[in-house]
């Protein structure tokens, strides 16, 4: 397995839609496999493909306290948005940013899985609001694209002073 370089705002790859998957290979189970080494070294509870610059409609989540519960969608489709809760959200393409979203509170989801099987999940609470954030990214969505614009300018410029920071000092 092998670490991948998550994309960080305001990396214009981040805006690409990405496109359905139609191959259920050993490149995609390798691809599957480093994103969950990625996003729990980050560490994180989701990661879309598009974060590592990988445009196919995929993301993984794993919510569970012990890190033992990993969840793959492909090709996910939200059948059902039920109710309203407010949460407090992160991003690995947003290091250190973190905002109150607005999001539906309980979700259906359709998918498939690692092997192409589809199957059809009822989620609440913190995993859906995961899946709504990460299944966003797949449509080049993101979280502080709920966000006023003013708040949006704020995040951009602080992002991209700690990034220059990082290039200058030879990180």
Known sequence: MALLKI???PDPRLRTKATDISDFNVALGQQIDNMFETMYSAPGIGLA???VDFHKRLFVIDVSEEKN???VFINPKIKELRGVEQMEEGCLSFPGVYALVERADSLTIEAQDRDGNRFEMEA???L??????ELDHLQGKLFVDYL????RQR???KL????KAKSTSGM
């Open 124 to 126: 609440d609470g913190l």
């Open 49 to 51: 493909a598009t974060q």
């Open 128 to 133: 859906a609001v995961c899946i709504q954030h």
């Open 69 to 71: 519960e990993p969840l």
């Open 160 to 163: 991209e002073k700690e990034q």
């Open 7 to 9: 994309l960080e705002y």
């Open 148 to 151: 006023s614009a003013l708040k």
């Open 155 to 157: 995040i951009r410029k």
